[in-house]
Structure formats: C-alpha cells, structure tokens
C-alpha cells in the first residue's frame, strides 16, 4: 500500500510580529515541534487528525473540493490546502498531528496551524507526484484558512526552516 509522510517545523518569531503587518521586517526562526501529515490509499476518503480538532472526518472529495459527510466536523484548513493542491486517484486516508504544539491541552503558540497547512500541501503535491513550489500554495492556502488575515512570516518559516528575516510581499 502506498504511503507517504511529510512533516514541517512551527516557528518563534524573535522580532517584528506585529511591525511586519505595516511592511516592517520579522526575524523569525523554525523550532524544534513539527506538524506530521500521513497519507495512504484508502477504502474512502476520511481525515484522521490529532491535536486540533481530535477525531475522524470523513469527506468526499466532488470536482477538487472537500464535502464533509452528514454529521461530521468539517476542517476548514484541510479543505484549504485540499483545494490548493486537490488529491487524485482515488481515495485517501490522511493523517494531521499537531500533538507536539499544544501542553497539557493549552496551544503553544507555535505556528500550528502554518506548520500543518505546509506539511499537507507538501504531502498532498507529492502524493499527486507534482514539482510545484510548496511555499507559494502552502501560503495561498492559509491565507484562505485565515479569511486573507496575517502576514505570512509563520508560513515562510515552516516552508524555510532554520532563522530568517520575513517582509510582506
């Protein structure tokens, strides 16, 4: 059975957090707490995620867009990054762990939701065996998921890793 795995680092920004809104630079550096995603075929199309939103969601997927099933809870960062980077082939079962960025049940803080939304849509690119550049969809996607709100700096540094110094545009 086919399987893939792909994982990206949450991020402390050091300086700049709210400056860079107003086009000021962000040095920001990737830590050591990583967002895994899974992806295997599967029987049906069903989300298993961890951290956030614990549970199974099961979904169908109808001309590249995400419909949850009767009862279910819908995830509106999966079908972000699902709409960005749509699977194909058949379908699948994915995996979210966002575990290591929460503490006795209280979020840490540390770019969650950028470091899921990069390791899904890498995940979800080399599942459909696409070249695409994961950095320009993982930020479509979460600025979709965050209704165009936010600068940006967290998903740079998931998708760059290690310290950098992070502009708007």
Same mark, same amino acid.
């Given at each position: 059975?086919?399987?893939?795995?792909?994982?990206?680092?949450?991020?402390?920004?050091?300086?700049?957090?709210?400056?860079?809104?107003?086009?000021?630079? &962000?040095?920001?550096? $990737?830590? /050591? !707490?990583?967002?895994?995603?899974?992806? *295997? =075929? @599967?029987?049906?199309?069903?989300? +298993?995620?961890?951290?956030?939103?614990?549970?199974?969601?099961?979904?169908?997927?109808?001309?590249?867009?995400?419909?949850?099933?009767?009862?279910?809870?819908?995830?509106?960062?999966?079908?972000?990054?699902?709409?960005?980077?749509?699977?194909?082939?058949?379908?699948?079962?994915?995996?979210?762990?966002? &575990?290591?960025?929460? $503490?006795? /049940? !209280?979020?840490?803080?540390?770019?969650? *939701? =950028? @470091?899921?939304?990069?390791?899904? +849509?890498?995940?979800?690119?080399?599942?459909?065996?696409?070249?695409?550049?994961?950095?320009?969809?993982?930020?479509?996607?979460?600025?979709?998921?965050?209704?165009?709100?936010?600068?940006?700096?967290?998903?740079?540094?998931?998708?760059?890793?290690?310290?950098?110094?992070?502009?708007?545009?």
């Amino acid at each position: 059975m086919r399987t893939l795995t792909a994982s990206a680092p949450g991020k402390l920004i050091l300086c700049g957090e709210y400056a860079v809104l107003d086009g000021a630079p &962000a040095i920001s550096a $990737a830590v /050591d !707490r990583r967002a895994v995603v899974t992806i *295997s =075929a @599967a029987d049906a199309d069903v989300v +298993v995620s961890r951290g956030f939103r614990d549970g199974r969601h099961r979904f169908a997927a109808r001309d590249g867009r995400v419909e949850w099933r009767s009862g279910d809870t819908a995830l509106p960062l999966f079908a972000a990054c699902w709409d960005a980077v749509p699977a194909a082939g058949g379908p699948v079962g994915v995996s979210l762990d966002t &575990a290591a960025f929460h $503490a006795d /049940d !209280r979020k840490l803080g540390l770019g969650s *939701s =950028a @470091a899921l939304t990069v390791a899904l +849509v890498a995940a979800l690119a080399t599942w459909q065996g696409s070249s695409a550049d994961v950095g320009p969809l993982a930020a479509a996607a979460h600025r979709e998921f965050q209704g165009g709100a936010g600068s940006g700096v967290d998903v740079a540094t998931s998708v760059a890793g290690g310290l950098i110094r992070f502009t708007t545009g």
